[in-house]
């Protein structure tokens, strides 16, 4: 099954077509152009350069977040166009399970972080064990405070992944030293991982609709949270 997958989860954007095991092409952007812009183009592109039709794609990814709220909303909008059309299930994949798919292969403790302001992170937790990716803490937004408390908790080495990667390496690697940074190459989204995120969902039979995708934001936009603390405090 040929699967295309999508990510415009945060600054860089990506998609990839991956048949089996096999990838056979990914393109990939970090340019700090918009997304609504870059991705269809992209899309486009690659299938074209796999000599892939549209129509042979069995399986549409996307990460449904946690990330930009505007990119998030762009990459499910095409996806869910693209799948609907075809008639084709779909896969949403979080943002951060798909950072721990960079580090496919050797046994190893992930945290992706992405930065999500204000002195939060969004951030999980995984275990790369003989292959298999075993989830250790749910998607969430917490400060760095409470991630260095979190990562200090586990009395392992830890693999940092994700755009809020050197951030948090900068700031506690003094009081961490098991902590580690993955390469530049690793650090970012993929949607080569996206797609081998959506493989294992669909290998147990977790693909939805289109119409079923949504995002997942962990909290309210800014707007949103200004609003109410201007409400708490009148």
């Known amino acids: 099954m040929k699967i295309l997958a999508l990510d415009t989860s945060s600054q860089s954007a990506s998609c990839a077509i991956l048949?089996?095991?096999?990838?056979?092409?990914?393109?990939?952007g970090n340019v700090n152009l918009t997304h609504s812009q870059t991705i269809m183009p992209m899309v486009e592109s690659l299938l074209t350069q796999t000599r892939v039709a549209l129509?042979?794609?069995?399986?549409?990814?996307?990460?449904?977040g946690p990330g930009s709220f505007t990119g998030l909303r762009i990459g499910l909008s095409a996806v869910k166009g693209m799948a609907h059309a075809l008639e084709k299930p779909c896969a949403g994949v979080s943002t951060l399970e798909a950072l721990a798919w960079n580090l496919c292969?050797?046994?190893?403790?992930?945290a992706p972080v992405l930065d999500a302001r204000c002195s939060q992170v969004y951030t999980a937790l995984f275990r790369w064990k003989d292959g298999v990716l075993i989830r250790l803490a749910p998607d969430e937004a917490i400060t760095i405070?409470?991630?260095?408390t979190r990562?200090?908790?586990?009395?392992?080495?830890?693999?940092?992944?994700g755009d809020g990667a050197k951030m948090c390496y900068t700031i506690l690697k003094d009081e961490l030293p098991g902590l580690g940074l993955v390469s530049p190459a690793a650090r970012f989204t993929r949607a080569a991982s996206v797609a081998l995120a959506a493989q294992r969902i669909a290998a147990r039979g977790g693909t939805?609709?289109?119409?079923?995708?949504?995002p997942a934001y962990l909290r309210?936009?800014?707007?949103?949270?200004?609003?109410?603390?201007?409400?708490?405090n009148s």
């Not at 405070?145 to 260095?148: I, V």
């Open 19 to 28: 048949e089996d095991d096999k990838l056979l092409g990914e393109f990939y």
């Open 55 to 64: 129509s042979e794609i069995g399986l549409f990814a996307v990460t449904e």
């Open 105 to 110: 292969g050797p046994d190893c403790v992930v």
């Open 145 to 148: 405070k409470e991630l260095s």
């Open 151 to 161: 990562l200090k908790n586990l009395g392992t080495c830890v693999l940092l992944v």
């Open 208 to 214: 939805v609709a289109p119409d079923a995708l949504a």
């Open 220 to 232: 309210l936009p800014q707007a949103e949270r200004e609003l109410l603390a201007k409400q708490k």
